[in-house]
């Protein structure tokens, strides 16, 4: 028969290790730092905590900062929609007088809208120029209006005959530079303009926004046009 003060002894040994490891358990819980409130504690700043001040050596260090991780956009290699640069586009074609750029007149209308083709540009200024005895004219100029459409522009060009041979002795045409400039936009260019006795040459521009702090003069967007070609078919 067992002894029952025994096995009673032994019953109370076993609580009494199962309270202590579980005492132990909850007192290193409670304990045991809460990372909240050590945050809480380490974010009070004493009475005599100085501050640094602000100075303007900080202003130019966070501008070069932001300057280098946010440059400004190279628009050099924009060069085209129409034609390919070479070199002999950034020579202008020379008239040696007025009389030069004939008697004729041919036209040059233009129309202007945003670079994503959503909407006019009103107000745009438009100016056609040519080079003429070794000076840059202003042959025309105008606004566009609420539609984005500048008026049409009358320009001198050569004889109507000369372009109705296939291999003509003189050319038939007249090269002019059109510019356009509006608020809020990087200027444009469109290079040698082929303009024919009687015909309307028609140019589309899509103007590119101005990012933040650079100005419309900082750069232009230029167009270079192919000239037409007059060679003589297969027989």
Known sequence: MPNGNLDTEKYKQELMRLYSRSTSA?????????????????????????????????????????????????????????????????????????????????????????????????????????????????????????????????????DREYSQEPSPEERPYNLFDVSVSAEGFFRARSVDVPVFSGITSVQNFNLIPLPLMMNSSDETVTYYNAEPSFGGGKE
Do not use: C, M, W
Request: aromatic share 6%; net charge negative.
């Open 26 to 158: 909850e007192e290193k819980q409670v304990t045991q730092p809460v990372p909240e409130e050590i945050n809480d504690t380490d974010t009070e700043a004493p009475d005599d905590t100085v501050y640094a001040e602000h100075t303007e050596e900080d202003s130019n260090g966070a501008e070069e900062d932001y300057n280098s991780r946010f440059p400004e956009p190279d628009l050099s290699e924009l060069d085209t929609d129409f034609g390919t640069h070479s070199a002999e586009d950034d020579v202008p074609p020379v008239y040696d007088s007025d009389e030069l750029l004939g008697t004729e007149r041919g036209y040059i209308l233009v129309n202007v809208r945003t670079g994503d083709d959503s909407s006019a540009v009103a107000g745009a200024f438009i100016s056609v120029t040519a080079i003429v005895d070794g000076k840059r004219l202003v042959l025309a100029s105008g606004v566009t209006d609420e539609s984005g459409v500048s008026p049409k522009f009358s320009l001198p060009v050569p």
